[in-house]
């Protein structure tokens, strides 16, 4: 019998109790033993709940009860999920966690402690929701040295991009019915300020280069200045604008970034809407592979919680292997060359691709960083990929 604790009974501690629950035959077959589920730690009332008598408000419990082999971390936030996955790592038992958060801050750090203990800390449900997207990396592209990893990480931004485009509503309008439709936090910041989406791109890319950028380093933009036009000028480009995070490695170096972006109609992210995730995987044996399905919600990330459980009991030895990046490891990228669809409150010498309210709209080749200085009056910018 595999005994597990789960830390935090909220939306996705709740959906993997009632997989366990539901899919106990079923789990139970692919580990060749039962998975019972014997605590949950939660400071709120759970009086009258089927799972009232597994609830424990002190983590030392489930610490020092030898029976429990697979810790997982629910809690979601910085402290004390960190705090509680270390001491449990310590204590010796493998740690399971959706929190990217925690993840890109500290993953580096509880990767080792974990190695040092001989046991294991998995985050399939970190990124891309119920996407199986580590594990791939990490045992499917083991052979490919891979250059790019790009992708819509963030369900509730391309939610309300989607919701703008389809329905001609303005950002504050599709965030309202993104926070009714459940999506959104009341607080929407870590979503439309890029900064999930920043966590999300670092794991990625600890992942595909062995370095673990510190989120803090990274440019990150969000979408809470998309205008109705900006989406317009996408269409009339032939474009899609989605918030995406990218890390890429070539002999110039390596970048990261997240910024909304016009993605090119031919680019298989173009077409990905709603709360959907797609990934972009490129390696150099494989070339280019997509990952897509659903990004957030109870059951698909408590499904990605549920396959690392799996993957623990059955006695699995994956592992990620990488250090924190040393400063300066990564740039923005900026420099380089590259497409941008601009709009200007004047023309230029060459055909806009709109013009409407006294505003055009032009694609020119310019490094992002000297985009201010060469159009100084520029109304917006997105880069194209
Ligand atoms: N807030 C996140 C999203 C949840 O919207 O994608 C999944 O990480």
């Known amino acids: 019998m595999v005994k597990i604790a789960i830390l935090g009974l909220g939306v996705v501690g709740g959906g993997v109790a009632d997989i366990i629950a539901d899919n106990c035959k079923l789990i139970e077959a692919q580990v060749g033993q039962p998975v019972e589920l014997k605590y949950i730690l939660d400071i709120r009332d759970f009086t009258g709940h089927p799972l009232e008598k597994l609830v424990v408000r002190d983590i030392d419990t489930i610490l020092a009860d030898d029976e429990v082999s697979i810790v997982i971390e629910a809690m979601g936030g910085a402290h004390p999920a960190y705090d509680f996955s270390l001491k449990a790592l310590q204590a010796g038992k493998n740690v399971v966690t959706s929190n990217k958060l925690v993840v890109a801050e500290f993953g580096a750090e509880l990767l080792e402690v974990a190695k040092e203990k001989g046991v294991r800390y998995l985050f399939e449900a970190s990124v891309g929701g119920g996407i199986p997207i580590i594990r791939p990396m990490l045992e499917s592209l083991a052979g490919n040295d891979i250059c790019e990893v790009c992708g819509i990480l963030n369900g509730t931004t391309n939610y309300i991009l989607t919701r703008m485009k389809r329905g001609g509503i303005t950002f504050d309008a599709a965030l309202k019915e993104a926070q009714d439709a459940g999506y959104a936090e009341r607080d929407?910041?870590?979503?439309?300020?890029?900064?999930?989406?920043?966590?999300?791109?670092c794991i990625l890319a600890g992942l595909a280069f062995g370095i673990l950028p510190a989120p803090e380093t990274v440019s990150a933009k969000g979408i809470r200045s998309v205008t109705l036009r900006d989406l317009a000028d996408a269409e009339a480009a032939g474009c899609s604008l989605k918030l995406v995070g990218r890390a890429c490695s070539s002999d110039e170096g390596k970048t990261i970034s997240v910024a909304p972006c016009f993605v090119k109609g031919t680019n298989p992210l173009a077409g990905i809407e709603d709360v959907y995730n797609g990934i972009l995987v490129r390696g150099n044996a494989l070339g280019d592979v997509m990952f897509y399905g659903m990004g957030a919600g109870k059951l698909p990330t408590a499904s990605a919680v549920v396959s690392d459980i799996i993957d623990i009991a059955r006695g699995g030895s994956m592992t990620a292997h990488w250090t924190a990046a040393p400063e300066g490891s990564f740039t923005?990228?900026?420099?380089?060359v590259s497409e941008y669809c601009i709009r200007l409150p004047r023309k230029l010498d060459q055909a806009a691709i709109k013009e409407a309210d006294g505003e055009y709209t032009y694609i020119v080749e310019v490094a992002g960083s000297m985009l201010a200085k060469n159009y100084p009056d520029v109304i917006a910018a997105y880069k194209m990929i």
């Open 332 to 336: 923005d990228g900026e420099d380089a």
């Open 188 to 201: 929407p910041s870590a979503d439309v300020d890029g900064i999930d989406s920043c966590r999300k791109i």
